[in-house]
C-alpha cells in the first residue's frame, strides 16, 4: 500500500465501562497481540498512552507507550530528557514489511522529539523489526537470561 507519508497518528483514550477502563481499540483479526484488551481497574496513569497509526479509514498499527522523566539508569546512561518506553507495539499482518512500522516509529520520534525512546523486545518477529530499525540491543547481563525473548532495545 503507497500512501505511508499520509500515515496519522491517533490517540486511544481509556474509557471506563462498568467498573474497568479499557482502550479503545476496536476489535480486529489484523492484530494478534492481545494486550490491547487489557483492562485496568483504576484510571491509567497520565504517563501512559494508547494509539492507533491509520491509513485512509484502515487502522494499520497499535502502540502503548510510556513516558517517564529525566534521570541516570544503569544500562541507558544519562537521561536528561526522560525516556519513552514503548510497551506494546504491533503492525496489522497485512501491511507488514510495506515501512508501516518504520513510518509509525517515526510518528511516535516527531510528536515526542526529546526523550530517549525505548522499545521492549518479546519476539522473534519483534526482535528482526528493532534490529532493521538499527537500534541498540540490551541483552540481559545474568547469563542464565541471555537467550530470553524480553530483551529491551533503544533508538542509537
Excluded at 485512509?56 to 537521561?79: F, H, I, Q, S
Excluded at 540481559?140 to 530470553?148: E, G, K, L, Q, S
Aim: glycine fraction near 6%.
Amino acid at each position: 500500500m503507497s500512501g505511508i507519508e499520509s500515515l496519522q497518528m491517533v490517540n486511544r483514550t481509556p474509557v471506563r465501562k462498568r467498573r474497568y477502563w479499557t482502550p479503545t481499540y476496536e476489535s480486529s483479526s489484523d492484530f494478534q497481540m492481545l494486550w490491547w484488551r487489557d483492562k485496568y481497574e483504576s484510571e491509567p496513569p497520565i504517563e501512559d498512552h494508547w494509539v492507533s497509526f491509520v491509513l485512509g479509514d484502515r487502522e494499520v498499527a497499535r502502540c502503548k507507550y510510556v513516558m517517564t522523566g529525566a534521570r541516570a539508569d544503569p544500562v541507558l546512561g544519562d537521561l536528561p530528557h526522560g525516556q519513552l518506553d514503548i510497551l506494546a507495539f504491533e503492525v496489522a499482518v497485512p501491511m507488514r514489511r510495506k515501512g508501516v512500522g518504520r513510518a509509525a516509529i517515526r510518528a511516535i520520534r516527531d510528536q515526542n522529539p526529546l526523550p530517549r525512546l525505548i522499545a521492549l523486545n518479546d519476539g522473534v518477529e519483534s526482535r528482526k523489526f528493532w534490529d532493521g530499525l538499527g537500534w541498540v540491543r540490551h541483552q540481559p547481563a545474568h547469563a542464565i537470561f541471555r537467550d530470553v525473548e524480553r530483551v529491551t532495545y533503544s533508538e542509537q
